[in-house]
């Protein structure tokens, strides 16, 4: 077969019934997009149920009271799609709005993202006791690692705030001074009950103080630096 003649054949083979070629390729085209989309459709509707682990919160809580021995996690049983991710900020609440002081025993709720079912909630419900929140103030005293008490010539004055049961267990605030390293120190306020172990619950301001000097018979103090 010459060169001619075969350009010719192709051009025939190419040629004859065009139209229908262009559609079954396009139809062909089209249905490999389609079984893979539903092939993917089929893999989200596929699901597992997980037990997940998520920070208990309290919202709308009434101001100038706080909740004591909330749990801090709570763990969620959901069907979510095969491969999902657990969000960040997936968590799980409590109510307290209109609760001021008492004992209340409150619903345990859980907001998923899109396409999570809820199955259970463990525990459902959970027991928080509801205290005013108190203020008090303490004159800080400042400890060095060497066992060495040492007070500051100017009182610092410092408020513990929290729970007014929790506020009531603090029978001092001290802070341990790093004297390894001589010049300007940022120690750290804390308050302890009356075995000197640190009272869970209780907030202190200002929380750091700056000691610019220190030495066995003085000191002087400015509060730290925001």
């Keep these: 077969m010459k060169l001619r003649d075969l350009a010719k054949w192709l051009q ?10 262009i559609i079954a390729f396009v139809l062909a085209v089209l249905l490999f997009f389609a079984a893979n989309a539903e092939r993917e459709a089929q893999r989200e509707s596929e699901t597992i149920s997980r037990a997940i682990l998520v920070d208990l919160v309290s919202i709308n809580q009434e101001q100038g009271y706080a909740p004591l021995n909330m749990p801090k996690r709570v763990e969620v049983l959901a069907q979510t799609p095969i491969g999902a991710t657990i969000p960040a ?10 609760r001021k002081t008492g004992e209340y025993t409150i619903p345990v709720h859980a907001n998923l993202p899109k396409g999570w ?6 525990p459902q419900v959970v027991s928080i006791k509801i205290e005013p929140i108190e203020s008090r103030s303490f004159i800080a005293t400042l400890i060095v690692p060497e066992g060495g008490r040492m007070e ?7 408020n513990v ?3 007014s049961s929790t506020v009531k267990q603090v029978r001092a605030v001290t802070g341990f001074v790093n004297n390894e390293n001589a010049g300007p120190a940022d120690v750290r306020l804390i308050p302890v009950d009356r075995d000197g172990l640190p009272v869970p619950g209780a907030a202190v301001f ?3 103080v700056r000691i610019d000097t220190f030495g066995a018979q003085e000191s002087s103090l400015e509060q730290a630096e925001d």
């Design 12 to 21: 025939k083979c190419v040629c004859h019934r065009l139209p229908l070629k």
């Design 89 to 98: 900020e997936l968590k799980a609440s409590v109510n307290l709005h209109g």
């Design 117 to 122: 079912k809820l199955l259970e909630v463990r």
């Design 152 to 158: 500051s010539p100017i009182p610092l004055q410092c």
């Design 161 to 163: 705030q929290g729970p």
């Design 206 to 208: 200002p929380e750091w």
